[in-house]
């Protein structure tokens, strides 16, 4: 197992399955707080990440995850789409160049992506969106020892940042808008932050 060009590739794939898999459960979760987009603007996203990828080849990790964030910036509006489309930038900025990425590449690379979804964003923890998943998903990866623990850690974080959403009140995106109201519903952007860490999870086990 390593996190290299093939792998991410595969990473990817396996992504946009989720989201066409994940797309009506996404609807729903953002019809109750939201406008009722983030499925179809995800799965719109990534099948047309998919569809570069297969364009044209990539030299590298840094390639892949570049060509992912220009397609999702491109084609999906919205909140989620610009800051997916920061978040797989600054991976693949970070990770530009590697054949074969370790331990402390990757959770550096992550860890400027979370940054730059916050810059772009200016969410804080627990304000009810993807930055609850993806804070305990960085720092799971930034404690594990082993590439393929920490990714399997990261997943399990980021799974549980997702569930912890649900009593929060909003306090950015479209949801805040509800303010009190936004209480008691799981937030659709974290939810699918989680399956970007399941993905990865499933994808680099084997
Ligand atoms: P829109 O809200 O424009 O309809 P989506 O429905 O696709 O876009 O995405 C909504 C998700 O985007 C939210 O569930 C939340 O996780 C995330 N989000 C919204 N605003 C922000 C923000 N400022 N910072 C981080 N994440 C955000
Ligand atoms: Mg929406």
Not at 94 to 100: I, S, T
Not at 124 to 136: F, N, S, Y
Not at 191 to 196: A, I, N, P
């Amino acid at each position: 197992m390593a996190v290299d060009r093939d792998t991410t590739l595969a990473w990817m794939t396996s992504f946009a399955a989720s989201m066409e898999e994940h797309r009506e459960e996404l609807v729903q979760l953002d019809t109750a707080i939201g406008d009722g987009d983030h499925g179809t603007n995800m799965n719109r996203g990534m099948q047309k990440a998919v569809a570069q990828l297969a364009a044209a080849e990539q030299a590298d990790t840094g390639a892949v995850l570049k060509t992912v964030a220009m397609a999702l910036i491109s084609t999906v509006g919205g909140a989620a789409g610009p800051l997916y489309g920061t978040l797989f930038l600054q991976l693949g900025t970070v990770l530009a160049g590697l054949q074969e990425v370790d331990l402390p590449s990757y959770a550096a690379a992550w860890r400027r992506a979370l940054e730059g979804v916050q810059a772009r964003g200016k969410a804080q923890a627990q304000d009810k969106t993807m930055v609850d998943a993806l804070i305990p998903a960085v720092a799971a990866l930034e404690a594990a020892t082993d590439l393929e623990d920490g990714i399997r850690a990261a997943a399990e974080a980021a799974h549980q940042g997702a569930l912890a959403t649900t009593p929060l009140v909003a306090r950015k995106g479209r949801a805040s808008y509800l303010g009190e109201r936004s209480a008691g519903h799981q937030d659709p952007g974290a939810t699918s932050t989680y399956y970007l860490f399941k993905s990865a999870a499933e994808t680099f086990a084997h």
